[in-house]
């Protein structure tokens, strides 16, 4: 089953990730700032420069940027608790 999230636009979700106050946790200790917060600006940079992107549209039509993208929900997932970590 998917949610309405999964139903949206890759670069909807990376808008709504970038805002999402774990996943701000989660870029800034993968930065190397645990304990930290990112802003939601430094968030998209960090989503951004992960990707290999200019720009979050750039998700909806660049196949290698949607495939990292991808990776990164899923160690956000893991990371958070929602999916079991693979070993």
Avoid at 9 to 29: K, N, T, W
Avoid at 49 to 65: E, G, M, P, V
């Amino acid at each position: 089953m998917t949610s309405a999230f999964d139903q949206l636009l890759p670069a909807q979700q990376a808008g709504i990730l970038c805002a999402d106050q774990m996943f701000r946790r989660f870029a800034a200790e993968r930065a190397g700032l645990p304990g930290q917060a990112f802003a939601v600006s430094a968030a998209a940079e960090y989503l951004r420069k992960y990707c290999q992107i200019d720009s979050r549209r750039d998700l909806n039509t660049i196949r290698a940027a949607r495939v990292k993208f991808d990776h990164l929900r899923t160690e956000f997932d893991a990371w958070r608790g929602k999916i079991p970590t693979q070993r």
